[in-house]
């Protein structure tokens, strides 16, 4: 995965949820997400959920920071250097994609007011390996007479 | 990871026979094995509906049934569900070779442009097992070379692929949990291998409580949610038999317990207990934490969507949105609590139905 345009103030690219073969469901701003294709699975903080949903909408990290600016007490420094780690980690596990249709952004919530901006926790993303080994790795080679694999079993 | 491998999702062609065709090519081949070596059929009660399982010969009948034989019913005339079984070896049958490439096959063993709105198929690793659904006439195919290939693990849950792509789009949902409970309902216990889940359950067991499973159930979430069983059995790593001493004399396999867990077929130990469900009042997350006493603590519903939801899709070929719905729904509905499992098994049963018939303290 290309992540190297990730942090670029101009043109930086759009991201997307790398659906269908990352699946996510939210609930009270936490987000469990799981990648089909490499069998890890991974649960994001609040921060991190938001900033997740600010992806949701197809934008920039630069506008992603922006969001989290509207919903946090923070200095703007960090959370954009949290974010631009954040998103950089995201596509390097293949949660996220650029977006190449680029379609526009919805727009984003009302900022919250001062006195209701939350305390900064930085978007942490938890990564899970122990279902990965449930995947066949590596492609058929040896099959039978009749043509039908013989593998080993994975992990069960 | 391969580039050689297509994407069994895609709708581009990965081979010259439609599944249809193949479909209809293996359900002639297992009427030929039936009318070569014999054929019997055997009913079930099934998430509520009636299932049929037919069998081409005698040798995948005790493999597959044992596991299923409390929820055993009379015939009916329209089964919701038909499941054909047979293997080539005893039926004397040859199987027609696979109409795709070898780089059809996905990494849990998806056959690529064979999984359509109307048909799922999978040749499953380590069982090395053909399943084939068609959900429009709601029959599955199970086919393997050789009956002896079927593992231990797959006679504990056996075609749960099959049931769990026969629910997609319903409210039911196969899941990876345990389920105990009594007479104002139950919980379900969920977590990947090693967080407590069978001991809980058997130390339920030994306390007289219903028994809905150990690790694979099938849940109904909505409207209310609903545990089903599916699996009379139970597993338990070898070194955990010490805690239950009195079952192992009916563990099923005391001669492969290097390799493999202790499997016990609930039916000959305490088949009164086995229920066929109960309402879900709870799902509850045990964990082992080396302490004497055990004690409750809530769970949030994103933490019980994470002990539930990864372990039970990427056990699941084709599981995805639908599954990962249905499992946050849940979530959403059942209280949760981590269940701090304690070295003193009595005290498990006690919190649990405490928690049942109390509500949290």
């Known amino acids: ?156 | 990871m391969s580039g050689l491998r297509a994407d069994p999702y895609s709708s581009a062609p990965a081979a010259s026979v439609v599944p249809e065709s193949f479909f209809e090519t293996l359900r002639d081949t297992f009427e030929q094995a039936g009318a070569r070596a014999g054929s019997s059929e055997r009913w079930f009660t099934i998430g509520g509906e009636t299932v049929r399982l037919r069998f081409a010969g005698p040798a995948l009948q005790p493999l597959i049934v044992p596991a299923l034989e409390h929820l055993a019913a009379g015939p009916a005339d329209a089964p919701a569900l038909t499941v054909c079984f047979w293997d080539s070896a005893s039926t004397d049958t040859r199987m027609p070779a696979p109409p795709w490439p070898t780089t059809a096959y996905g990494q849990r063993g998806e056959i690529a442009g064979y999984n359509t709105e109307r048909f799922r198929t999978v040749y499953q690793h380590g069982v090395n097992a053909l399943h084939m659904f068609d959900a429009r006439r709601r029959t599955a195919l199970y086919w393997v070379a050789r009956p002896g290939q079927i593992p231990y693990w797959e006679r504990s849950f056996p075609m749960r692929t099959i049931l769990h792509w026969w629910t997609q789009g319903r409210a039911l949902q196969l899941m990876h949990a345990g389920a105990v409970g009594g007479p104002s309902g139950g919980a379900l216990i969920a977590g990947k291998s090693g967080s407590g889940k069978s001991t809980t359950t058997l130390a339920c067991l030994d306390a007289g409580m219903m028994y809905a499973g150990d690790d694979y159930v099938l849940a109904r979430v909505e409207p209310e949610p609903l545990v089903h069983s599916l699996y009379g059995t139970a597993k338990l790593a070898p070194d955990n038999l010490r805690r239950f001493p009195h079952l192992r004399r009916f563990v099923s396999n005391p001669d492969n317990l290097e390799k493999e867990k202790a499997m016990i077929f609930l039916k000959d130990v305490c088949p009164a207990q086995l229920a066929r469900g109960f309402p879900i009042r709870a799902l509850l997350l045990p964990r082992v934490t080396g302490l004497r006493d055990t004690t409750l603590r809530c769970a949030t519903p994103i933490a019980c969507l994470e002990a539930l939801a990864p372990t039970t899709i990427l056990h699941l070929p084709g599981a995805s949105h639908d599954a990962f719905g249905k499992i946050s729904l849940l979530s959403r509905s059942v209280p949760g609590y981590i269940l701090d499992a304690g070295t003193d098994l009595e005290q498990i049963p006690q919190v649990i139905r405490r928690l049942l018939e109390e509500g949290p303290s």
């Open chain 1, 1 to 156: 995965m290309d992540c190297s345009g990730v942090g670029m103030p101009d043109g930086s690219p759009r991201y997307r949820p790398n659906t269908p073969k990352v699946i996510y469901e939210t609930y009270d701003d936490e987000v469990v997400l799981i990648n089909m294709d490499s069998g890890n699975y991974y649960s994001l903080n609040r921060s991190a959920g938001r900033a997740w949903a600010s992806i949701e909408r197809r934008i920039t990290a630069q506008e992603i920071a922006q969001d989290l600016r509207r919903d946090y007490a923070c200095d703007g420094a960090q959370v954009e250097e949290e974010v631009l780690r954040f998103v950089k980690e995201l596509c390097q596990e293949g949660l996220i994609v650029p977006d190449e249709e680029a379609a526009p952004a919805s727009a984003a919530s009302a900022a919250a007011p001062a006195a209701q901006r939350l305390p900064f926790d930085p978007p942490v993303l938890q990564k899970f390996s122990d279902m990965a080994d449930l995947l066949l790795l590596d492609p058929i080679h040896e099959v039978d007479e009749n043509g039908w694999p013989h593998q080993p079993p994975p992990g069960n």
